[in-house]
């Protein structure tokens, strides 16, 4: 299995960096990100690679590690150190899933093409970073969320500047990506949250969970939650960790909370 045959580099060609239309790709990725803090490439994995993705994924679910939590917007979980600060004082429910990298098998599609330069090379090209290297965390590096029935991430800032993410299954309904792009540190910030936390969805954007789309996104700007899935079938999302620093690990608390385990 060659990793460039799961992708539909006829319509998003990542490995062509000589041609004309190549670098016209590239720009408007670069672009896109730069002017939203979000580059979604809707079909980007092949049909059949999708479906390859999605069996390997679901044959790896039972490994998931479930937390459940309450916290703000800024992913802290001691609210009452937030009581009279507005927004940031609000709770925010999560219950996700997630299955550790260690857990993919070493000719995994996923493992292959979380592994495959071309990828990489395209990721830092969209960023404009001098450098970007894979994660060494053996947990997290390339991980999968599982959203069961229940399942959902309340609205958040990210830790991370960068996320990188495949939509490989849907679920019967909810799951849905909702954000307000660029509003961490802007003059109306608490306005804006106060608003979205109340449920006013006027500012709230939304991207719908399309089969086969590569996210490129900054979550550290940009407000977003994953809406509450339910039915049997779970929302299975990849999680693919990049960093301009080599040798990023998570810490031991991080891998306990995800993992259950530091290693
Ligand atoms: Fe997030």
Redesign the pocket.
Same mark, same amino acid.
């Given at each position: 299995m060659n990793p460039a045959d799961l992708i539909d580099l006829d319509r998003y060609p990542i490995t062509d960096d000589v041609s004309a239309d190549g670098q016209a790709f590239r720009m408007h990725s670069r672009l896109k990100f730069q002017h939203t803090g979000l580059l979604a490439l809707n079909g980007f994995l092949h049909e059949a690679a999708i479906a390859e993705l999605a069996a390997e994924a679901r044959a790896l679910e039972h490994h998931a590690h479930f937390v459940e939590s309450t916290h703000n917007v800024y992913l802290a979980t001691q609210l009452e150190d937030f009581a009279g600060e507005g927004p940031a004082a609000k709770g925010e429910h999560t219950f996700v899933g997630s299955v550790a990298y260690d857990r993919l098998p070493h000719g995994s599609r996923l493992r292959r093409l979380y592994q495959w330069d071309p990828l990489i090379a395209f990721i830092q090209s969209v960023l404009g970073t001098a450098e970007l290297h894979r994660f060494a965390d053996p947990l997290g590096a390339c991980s999968i969320n599982v959203y069961r029935d229940g399942g959902r $991430?309340g609205w958040?800032f990210?830790e991370s500047e960068l996320?990188v993410t495949l939509m490989l299954q849907a679920p019967e309904s909810g799951g849905d990506f909702e954000y307000v792009a660029g509003i961490r540190h802007r003059h109306d910030e608490e306005a804006v949250l106060t608003r979205v936390l109340d449920g006013d969805c006027r500012e709230t954007q939304h991207l719908p969970f399309t089969e086969g789309t590569l996210l490129i996104f900054n979550?550290q700007q940009t407000l $977003?939650r994953v809406t509450r899935v339910a039915g049997p079938r779970a929302r299975l999302v990849p999680v693919l960790c990049f960093s301009e620093r080599p040798d990023m690990f998570n810490s031991d608390e991080v891998r306990r909370y995800f993992w259950g385990r530091a290693g």
């Open positions: $991430h958040h990210d996320s979550g $977003h």
